[in-house]
């Protein structure tokens, strides 16, 4: 590959995706901007900021923290899955792959390209997502208060920002993990639509597996602890193993993607 | 040495090349060789087997069995460098709808150590392409020019065309081949085209590939075919002599008083066998390639169906 090769596919990759990657972002913090909106634009539920206490605005924060990881695990991931599957079964749908493998290019490369681009696409829109949130809720209270004085939730907002930036490296590795499977599912299926379903199958499917288990943990990162905090133990730590065995799914299934594309004859 | 200097001299070669699909025998023990400097046209009617043949040749299908050299490599030992020496136009075109017509060309650049971009200028200006047009706005004779000018502008030593008019109009068509022939000429590169259009084989091609239902009927120069091929006809008067059996008589036309026989081999021996039947005064007349063409093929289905 030269470096006029690399330029041109990124070029490509990026013009190709720049839109869904914004309408994704934007999909991201819909659900917040509403709320936003309720908060600054309803009297009856604006407060004071300068009246609250450390611990109501962290409160805030905090919800705000694990209301957005619900919605990352759940409908996120979806939209995860509809962004990923349709950056290889498209091409191939509609043949403008073919483009490519006219070029003197290894086919190991495009697939790579494709890869890498979606994944940084999606990860950092799925795990920058918690932190942009944060910063969004406390621009809102800030907004939305009557009289404003940072200094009383800076300290708090920290704590839940080193909260959120935990939170995030889980995401992004959950993310690239579903990302990379249905990544997957869309150089196995030629039409984008057969791998749209078989993607949403198979996160139901996970869900129905892992369900139990990502729900406990929302569940009990949202109830309160005797302390009357709410209970953050999964941003508190992050653990190498799982994020490790996580990372090494995504690699596994990146070179099942690779193994699948190599074989693909283009009819 | 001799040897390798005749492998040299081809820029195509297929020995015993074959492609099913499940059940299906797409492509059956073909043979082809492909001279270099010289104009190939794959002549078949749809469903033939001439795309199955062109999309093993660019890598796009695996064989089901046989062998296949590209300017003197085999395909599977390094397609990459291959590709950098051979051009492929498709039948459907395939190109990013969303990129501009300069845009197709600098993105196509980016892949090609030799590309021209004096040539790919010229031929630019010489296809009336508007740079700043998407692609998914040219009109169907646009986008096959800007496919040959993408092609020709990294001057591969091999153009392999895949059904190159195919919905284009006369105007466009016409315009597209002789691009074509005016290319070749100038720099004698290799071309392989397949096309169910006898007249624009006819008109461009050194040498032609009859196949039909996979199997290929005849490969072998224009101007050889021309010669030894021979259209008959002659007056019936009444009785319709039996000449089919006939040693080279390939196709029989009845017409109301006359009979017209396609021949191949035409001599003295043709000539006594057809007076041994009852044939008097043949006159021998000249034969296009579409003669030959519909004669091999309805004679190979009417072996196949045992008529």
């Known amino acids: 590959m030269t470096k006029a090769m690399i330029k041109a596919m990124l070029w490509k990759e990026w013009r190709e995706t720049r839109w869904k990657w914004l309408a994704f972002a934007v999909a991201f913090h819909l659900p917040l901007f509403l709320a936003g909106l309720v908060i600054t634009l309803q009297e009856s539920v604006q407060f004071d900021l300068q009246a609250m206490s450390d611990p109501i605005a962290g409160q805030v924060l905090e919800v705000a923290l694990v209301a957005q990881s619900a919605f990352l695990i759940t409908a996120g991931l979806f939209l995860l899955a509809f962004f990923a599957v349709g950056s290889v079964g498209a091409e191939l749908d509609n043949h403008s792959m073919f483009f490519i493998f006219e070029r003197p290019v290894k086919r190991w490369n495009v697939l790579l390209f494709k890869y890498a681009v979606g994944a940084v696409q999606a990860t950092t829109c799925v795990g920058l997502s918690l932190i942009t949130t944060l910063s969004f809720v406390y621009a809102v209270m800030v907004a939305g208060s009557t009289h404003v004085t940072l200094e009383g939730s800076w300290s708090t907002f920290t704590n839940v920002v080193a909260n959120g930036t935990r939170g995030t490296v889980w995401t992004m590795v959950i993310g690239l993990m579903v990302y990379s499977a249905t990544f997957l599912f869309s150089v196995v299926f030629e039409k984008w639509w057969i791998a749209v379903i078989a993607g949403a199958i198979s996160l139901v499917g996970m869900f129905y597996y892992f369900g139990g288990i990502l729900f406990d943990l929302i569940i009990s990162a949202a109830t309160r602890d005797k302390g009357g905090d709410v209970n953050l133990d999964l941003y508190g730590r992050l653990d190498p193993v799982p994020i490790l065995i996580m990372l090494m799914v995504s690699t596994g299934l990146y070179f099942a993607s690779q193994y699948v594309f190599a074989r693909k004859e283009m009819k | ?307």
């Open chain 2, 1 to 307: 040495m001799k040897s390798e200097n005749q492998i040299n001299d081809y820029a195509v070669e297929i020995e015993n090349l074959g492609r099913n699909f499940g059940k299906f025998e797409a492509v059956k023990s073909v043979d082809l060789k492909v001279l270099k400097g010289t104009v190939f046209g794959l002549l078949g009617v749809n469903g033939a087997g001439k795309s199955t043949i062109i999309k093993m040749l660019v890598g796009h299908l695996r064989p089901t069995y046989g062998r296949i050299r590209i300017l003197g490599r085999p395909l599977e030992e390094d397609p990459i460098e291959i590709r950098k020496r051979v051009a492929y136009v498709s039948e459907n075109r395939y190109l990013y709808e969303w990129m501009t017509v300069a845009e197709s060309l600098r993105f196509t650049r980016a892949f090609h150590a030799n590309w021209d971009d004096a040539k790919a200028a010229s031929l630019l200006k010489r296809f009336s392409l508007p740079p700043e047009k998407k692609v998914k706005q040219l009109s169907r004779g646009n986008r096959a020019r800007l496919c040959l000018l993408l092609a020709l502008s990294f001057n591969p030593e091999l153009i392999i065309l895949d059904e190159p008019t195919s919905g284009l109009d006369p105007i466009v068509r016409r315009d597209f081949i002789e691009n074509i022939v005016s290319e070749i000429s100038e720099e004698g590169k290799t071309v392989l085209f397949s096309s169910h259009i006898v007249e624009e084989v006819e008109r461009v091609a050194d040498y032609v590939g009859i196949i039909n239902e996979g199997e290929m009927l005849m490969v072998s120069s224009i101007d050889e075919i021309k010669g030894s091929y021979k259209r008959v006809r002659y007056a019936t008067n009444g009785t319709r002599p039996e000449v089919a059996s006939v040693p080279g008589v390939l196709a029989v036309e009845n017409g109301r008083h006359e009979q017209v026989l396609t021949v191949h081999g035409w001599g003295d021996e043709t000539m006594l066998a057809l007076a041994a039947r009852g044939v008097a005064n043949p006159e021998v007349l000249p034969i296009s390639l579409e003669d030959i063409f519909v004669s091999k093929v309805r004679a190979e289905r009417e072996r196949r169906a045992g008529l």
